[in-house]
């Protein structure tokens, strides 16, 4: 559909245009007395009768012609590479299935929907009720912490796979891991040494 009312626009928008006007009798006068001058002075000459004459056609021409110009001669641009193609095997080979576990299927769906739930009663309960219990401070950043893990887990799982970038999958992988403990341990010195989390949003909050 798109490739038929393209041209059909770029057609309409030509038609539309103005007929050619005439240079006035000035830059013709101008243009020949440059040709009997030295050669800098033509060069200027043709730099701006050319710009004159750009201007003059920008200035009559329909911006739905511009758009369609701009959008048609717009260059393809790859931001990423692609990564090496692997064939692995021939096209008569069954696809491979994994084996079946519950742990990494219903129950890990299960799993995650129970912890970003979770997150909504421990986010409020302690400003709901007005009381700082340390144990619900930590149980809410134990959950922040499984629930971020779990969600950048899946982003590496379904941007990298581990088929064709098999080292940058574990680059990755261990880059999550350790950012995870790096974070479990900060916010431990947070909640043990200092005011916790909850406490530290309240005063920012009313600050």
Same mark, same amino acid.
């Given at each position: 559909m798109a490739s038929i009312v393209r041209p059909a626009l770029l057609r309409r928008s030509c038609l539309s245009l103005p007929a050619p006007r005439t240079?006035?009798?000035q830059a013709s006068?101008?243009?020949?007395?440059?040709?009997?001058?030295?050669?800098?002075s033509r060069r200027q000459s043709i730099v701006s009768r050319t710009s004159s004459f750009r201007s003059s056609t920008l200035k009559f021409t329909p911006s739905s012609t511009l758009r369609v110009a701009g959008f048609h001669a717009s260059g393809r641009r790859a931001i990423?590479?692609?990564?090496?193609?692997i064939i692995d095997?021939?096209?008569?080979?069954?696809?491979?299935?994994?084996?079946?576990?519950?742990?990494?299927?219903?129950?890990?769906?299960?799993?995650?929907?129970l912890i970003s739930a979770a997150l909504i009663p421990l986010t409020v309960?302690?400003?709901? *009720? =007005? @009381? &700082?219990?340390?144990?619900?401070?930590?149980?809410?950043?134990?959950?922040?912490?499984?629930?971020?893990h779990i969600g950048f887990q899946s982003?590496?799982?379904?941007?990298?796979?581990?088929?064709?970038?098999?080292?940058?999958?574990?680059?990755?992988?261990?880059?999550?891991? *350790? =950012? @995870? &403990?790096?974070?479990?341990?900060?916010?431990?010195?947070?909640e043990t040494n200092d005011v916790g989390l909850t406490e530290a949003i309240k005063r920012i909050w009313t600050a």
């Open positions: 240079l006035p009798k006068q101008h243009s020949a007395f440059s040709k009997l001058s030295s050669p800098t990423l590479p692609p990564g090496p193609q095997g021939t096209a008569n080979d069954p696809a491979p299935i994994p084996q079946p576990s519950p742990t990494h299927g219903s129950y890990h769906w299960a799993f995650e929907r309960a302690p400003f709901a *009720a =007005g @009381t &700082l219990n340390p144990i619900t401070d930590a149980i809410l950043c134990a959950t922040i912490i499984i629930h971020s982003i590496i799982i379904d941007y990298i796979p581990s088929k064709r970038l098999p080292k940058t999958r574990a680059l990755f992988w261990w880059g999550l891991r *350790a =950012g @995870t &403990l790096v974070v479990a341990v900060g916010l431990y010195e947070f």
